[in-house]
Structures are given as C-alpha cells and as structure tokens.
C-alpha cells in the first residue's frame, strides 16, 4: 500500500488526537474547544494561523521551501450534531445531546496529520492553506468564511474537499466532474381555513382535506414536472395542525425539503410548488402561502481539479481504489459555497461498512487516519512540485 510511511507510523498519535475531539462534540459556530486543539496543535507543527474567521474557524498558512507556486486550499469541517451517541466507546461524548456522527473528527484529524508532516517536509513550491470550517451542518459556515474575505485574505487558485463515506469500498476516493451532491432548499406551506366542529364541517373550511390533497399533489412535481431524465425531490416531513379530537382547525402547517442538482430545476420547482400551493388551496375555498428558502447550493467538480485529485488518491492507495463515476447523492454539503468561488474537487473516501452517517451508532474508522493524511500529502506534492507549471 503506497502511503506514505511516516503518516502511516503516525497512526497511534493520530488516534489519540480524533478520539480527544470525538469526546468533545461541538455544534455549529461553537467549535471553541475544537478550535483551541487545532489551534495548539497547529502551533506545535510551527504552522502560523489565523483564527476566529467566521467565529470559529481557523486557516493555517504554510509556505514550501522549494520556491514560489500557487496556492491551494484543504479544507476539514469541524462540527458535530444533535445527537445522543449509543456507542459506549471509552471515548464517546461528554456532552449529553452532541455527537460527532458524521466523521468530522476524523476529517480534521486527517488534515492535521498531512499539516504536520508538510510542515516537517516542505518540499513543495507554493502555498497550502489548510481550512478548518465550522457550522457545515445547515448552518452554512462555508458561506460565512467567503463572505468574511476567505479567498481575499487567504488567495489560491484551488481548493479541495474530502469527506468519509460509510458503505463504500474501504480505502476507495470516489469523484467525478459535475455535480456530486444536490442543493438543499427547504420550505414551510402555511394552509388556511376556517374552524368549525367536526361534527359540522360544512360549517367551515378544512385545511387538513386540503393539506393533505396538496401534500399528494406536490409529488406530482418530480413525477410529472421534471424532465425523467433529471433528478429532483420534494419531501413533505413535517405536518402541524389541530389539537382538538373534535375540531376542524384553522389552519395546517408543511414543511420539508427540495434537493435538484441545477438551478434550472430548482427554479422550476419552486415555481410550480407555489402554482399547486396556491391552486389545490382554492379548490377547497381555503389560502395558502408557500416560504421558500434556499440554502446550499448543489456542490459542483470541476474537471481539471478531480483529475489532480483521483491521481494523488491513486498515488496514495492505487490505481484499483479510485472510483471515477460514481453516483452523485441528493445530500448536500456547504463545501459547495466554496466551489462556487473557485474551482475544486470534493471526493468521497470510502470507510467500509459499518452505522450511516448520522447515526446514533457511527463513529469514524480510524483506519482511514493514514489513508486521508496520505491523500493530503500526495495531492500537495502532485500540484506544487518544484517546476510544475
């Protein structure tokens, strides 16, 4: 296995590093414990930082020895879920309701494990900027760093993206140009109608008949809308309404969530939700009102960066580990705010079977640790070596 040597001795220290973080779950924007162990440990690799970049968030700056190049960006996501952990591992939460569910310790583990050894051999011409974001969890803090200056303060022609992957092949990097994961939009349907008893119901109008017509109705969206050919969803999770056994309520409250992979679609989806809101509403004589609100963006590859970034994953587990046509996924990730501003490439690593994202079960496969590190380290050496152009 092509890792690189010194990285894969470091897996111990590295173990210790993402169990620390994993007992110390962090929610969005407040990463402040998180932040004062990448901070020190940043420090102790004698890498200089900047911090407190959208709250939380930290940049470190290291320059290679081998003379002038262009920059680039690696970026680990620092925050953890609401989530009560059922794992019982000796390093498990110690903050009841937190859970690092998602891998993000590992993720940053991974980053600093490349930092340090970059740091110990600088062989490269130019610069790496490594990037440990917080909020990603709906929260947007990929947004908030570019709006506070991200790519002014810290210039680079690049940035990259890595995130574990639970069902894939173990050790595999998965990418490919083009959409890999979906935007996500989310929406309120505010229904009303006038109350009235059940026992009379011509007395009034129903928001519940016409919720749940209009809940049917929006399926009809993906189903009858869309091109077969495209990709696009529209989930009701969310019904409010009544709190009576024997009253018609005034009015019923859905929410849910829309993923498409281009903005095309996610203009014709919201304008045919508020066509059907409105329409199916009036059929039953009662209003409705649709808020619709855009969150991440779909994450988009861009050709040339996935190509660099499959040729150091295969420089760092082989040519037989890299999967170049994968799926995209209709989840989201707001790495995507940083790709809208610079071209880049997010891969999937692959962490065998095991809990689902999200999970209350999951924690991070520590075997990954030297493989992430590894992938870092190669794609530094493949795009700033000495010469390159």
Not at 196 to 222: K, N, R
Not at 350 to 360: E, I, T, V
Request: proline share 6%; glycine share 10%.
């Amino acid at each position: 296995m092509p890792l690189v040597d010194a990285i894969a001795d470091a897996l111990p220290t590295m173990k210790q590093w993402r169990h620390a973080l994993h007992s110390h779950p962090e929610t969005a924007f407040e990463e402040n414990w998180t932040a004062s162990f990448v901070a020190e440990k940043l420090a102790s690799f004698g890498i200089p930082f900047e911090s407190g970049i959208a709250k939380t968030g930290i940049v470190a700056t290291l320059k290679g020895r081998a003379g002038d190049g262009p920059a680039i960006g690696l970026r680990a996501d620092m925050d953890a879920l609401d989530i009560v952990e059922a794992t019982n591992l000796p390093y498990r939460s110690t903050l009841p309701g937190k859970m690092h569910a998602c891998g993000h310790d590992g993720h940053m583990t991974m980053l600093l494990g490349a930092a340090r050894h970059l740091a110990e051999n600088p062989d490269f011409a130019g610069t790496v900027h490594f990037i440990f974001q917080p909020a990603e969890e709906m929260a947007g803090g990929g947004k908030v760093m570019v709006e506070e200056g991200l790519f002014a303060r810290f210039p680079m022609e690049r940035v990259f993206g890595l995130h574990n992957w639970p069902g894939q092949q173990f050790g595999t990097f998965a990418g490919k140009p083009g959409p890999m994961l979906a935007s996500s939009d989310v929406f309120e349907i505010t229904v009303r109608g006038s109350a009235a008893h059940a026992a009379m119901p011509h007395l009034g109008i129903d928001p519940i008949a016409a919720a749940g017509e209009l809940i049917g109705a929006l399926q009809t969206i993906a189903s009858r809308t869309l091109d077969p050919l495209e990709s696009g969803v529209v989930s009701i999770t969310q019904v409010h309404g009544g709190d009576a056994w024997n009253i018609i309520p005034d009015e019923v409250v859905l929410r849910g969530t829309v993923r498409t992979f281009t903005p095309a679609l996610r203009d014709l989806i919201e304008a045919r939700m508020k066509a059907i809101t409105e329409g199916v509403a009036a059929i039953h004589g009662a209003t409705a009102t649709l808020w619709y609100d855009r969150r991440y963006p779909a994450t988009v590859n861009s050709a040339g960066e996935v190509a660099l970034a499959l040729e150091a994953a295969g420089a760092a587990m082989g040519a037989d580990h890299i999967l170049s046509d994968p799926a995209s996924s209709m989840v989201s990730e707001d790495f995507a705010y940083l790709l809208e501003q610079k071209p880049g490439a997010y891969l999937w690593l692959g962490s065998g079977p095991g809990p689902a994202l999200h999970s209350s079960g999951y924690d991070f496969n520590d075997a990954l640790l030297p493989v992430g590190a590894s992938y870092w380290v190669r794609l530094v050496e493949r795009i700033l070596a000495p010469g390159a152009a």
